[in-house]
């Protein structure tokens, strides 16, 4: 069961990263692919919301090394269990 | 001849797979042609390439090999003010373009250099960028020729034409007989849709961009895929085991190199580091060393010098510190940082300075400090703190740093994380407290 507070964090942070772009606002959800899909991120930003994330959270899923993952259902998944 | 002669060997070859659709040797050996026939690159010595086309890349590398002339290969990020800096102190009197459009400029009557030697520029800059030359003899040592090898590649570029790395993917591309597919938008979503399309075989990228492709592929796969290299930043072992269980098939190299040392070594047995034997005995005409913890390389393949300093740094036979920190464990030894305060972010290195200056120079800033934060995904982030004037809103100042780095320095030097803090933590030596390094 995912934590529906997880998953309203980082669409907060994804928004975040989308309008300091400069790019218009996209529809966030548990399903929304975060790389390789339709969001405006590449890498880094990606990189950037874990780590702020983690700062925001106090969690860190990825202490033991990189996790794979696709959606923001999955990220939020990923928190919740750390 | 070497580029000549491969790109001739094979007219109807299809060397480029662009947005525009395939080049073929034949095209790109007519455009060299064009170019040197023009009056404007007759009557020039010293050439300065400027395009984020490949296309372009290989056939101002043809056009200088036949002229014998000198190149120099400038990224296409490079802000103006440094660009046209380069094109004074190099004493370049012909700039190709986007599309190689001549620009002649008013460069003094004689180049510092004589012959064809490739002059690369580093992927950070303070100030104006580190400009290496190089033989082309060092370029290509470690490619192999298209007679040494049976079946063509297709190969992904993911790196910038005018970076070392990617240098080295065109002319393995042009040299061995393969096809490279060089997508103008380097987004994972491109690339991963692209490697698909033209069915690569073979795909260098740095760490950060395969767990990119990772994360990107989803529920999809790269059936054709055979070789996986990675190179740019320190490879960890997760990310090798879990490219390992992805792409069962496919060889999985990570190498070691730089715009200075060249192409030192690859190492191809799943592991991260690379064997602490090669700190003992000379292997492909390298030799390692480790001199206060860090690595020193002496090869064939290095740097002839640095044009930007006229620095002389002795000859082939002369060691070179790479900067890198390196930690031996038994039979292993592992990369875990920079000497310096360069910031590895997704294979570019970025000084903390540059970043810096642009913030600074923000209304409302008073002090600030970029830094390097590791990133499971990429290898770091970088991460401004930001003191501001109390008056001022952190919202706008926010917004107006980030469009002050879009505008003035290159993506990956743009820092993605941006704080406020009441105040930057000074070292005991009164410097600034960084964490920097890989």
């Known amino acids: 069961m995912i934590e529906p507070t997880s998953v309203h964090l980082i669409c907060e942070k994804v928004r975040i990263a989308i309008a300091d772009k400069g790019e218009r606002e996209r529809e966030l959800g548990p399903e929304t ?30 202490r033991d090394g990189f996790v794979e993952f696709r959606t923001i259902g999955d990220l939020a998944e990923l928190f919740d269990k750390a | 001849m ?17 947005d525009c659709g395939p080049i073929s040797c034949a095209d790109l050996d007519a455009r060299a042609d064009q170019i040197l026939q023009h009056a404007d690159f007759r009557s020039a010595s010293n050439c300065l390439v400027h395009s984020s086309q490949p296309a372009d890349v290989v056939t101002a590398l043809l056009i200088c090999e036949r002229a014998q002339r000198p190149l120099y290969i400038a990224h296409s990020y490079l802000p103006s003010d440094h660009l ?64 040494e090898r049976r079946e063509p590649s297709r190969w992904l570029l993911t790196y910038p034409a005018s970076s070392f790395a990617g240098l ?58 055979r070789q996986i290299t990675i190179g740019g930043e320190v490879v960890d072992q997760t990310t090798l085991d879990r490219l390992r269980v992805r792409f069962p098939e496919a060889r999985i190299t990570h190498i070691y190199a730089s715009t200075e040392a060249g192409a030192v070594f690859a190492v191809s047995d799943g592991r991260a580091g690379f064997p602490s034997d090669w700190l ?11 001199r206060e913890g860090l690595l020193w390389v002496r090869t064939p393949r290095r740097m002839l010098g640095y044009v930007s300093t006229h620095q002389a740094i002795g000859d082939a036979g002369t060691w070179l510190c790479t900067g890198d920190r390196i930690r031996v464990e038994s039979d292993r030894t ?32 008073v002090d600030c400090r970029v830094s390097g934060v590791a990133s499971p995904i990429s ?47 000074l070292a005991p030596s009164g410097k600034k407290q960084t964490e920097g390094g890989l």
């Open chain 1, 33 to 62: 692919v975060l790389l390789g899909g339709d969001l405006p991120l590449d890498s880094l930003d990606l990189a950037a919301i874990v780590i702020e994330l983690e700062h925001a959270a106090g969690r860190d899923p990825f």
């Open chain 2, 2 to 18: 070497l580029l000549s002669s491969a790109i001739r060997s094979d007219p109807q070859r299809t060397v480029l797979i662009t």
């Open chain 2, 84 to 147: 046209e800096a380069v094109i004074r102190e190099q004493g370049i009197d012909l700039v190709l373009g986007s599309g190689l459009n001549c620009r002649r400029v008013a460069g003094p009557p004689t180049s510092h250099f004589h012959g064809f030697q490739v002059c690369l520029m580093t992927s950070g800059t303070t100030g104006l960028p580190k400009i290496a030359r190089h033989s082309l003899k060092a370029l290509t040592g470690r490619i192999r020729t298209h007679s």
């Open chain 2, 168 to 225: 080295q993917v065109v002319l393995t591309a042009v040299l061995s007989g393969d096809t490279l597919a060089c997508p103008e938008d380097h987004s994972i979503k491109t690339l991963v849709r692209c490697a698909g399309n033209v069915g690569v075989t073979h795909i260098s990228g740095t760490p950060t961009f395969w767990r990119g492709v990772l994360l990107a592929l989803g529920g999809t796969s790269l059936p054709g895929l």
């Open chain 2, 280 to 290: 003992r005995a000379p292997f492909d005409d390298v030799e390692l060393d480790i």
């Open chain 2, 334 to 365: 592992y990369f875990t940082g920079r000497s310096d305060q360069i910031i590895n972010v997704g294979g570019s290195k970025v000084w903390p300075d540059d970043v810096e200056t642009v913030i600074r120079a923000v209304q409302g800033v």
């Open chain 2, 379 to 425: 290898g770091k982030v970088l991460v401004a703190e930001v003191v501001i004037a109390p008056e001022m809103a952190a919202d706008g100042i926010r917004r107006t740093i980030i469009s002050q780095c879009r505008a003035k320095l290159a993506s990956f030097q743009v820092p993605r994380v941006i704080r406020t803090v009441p105040e930057i933590t």
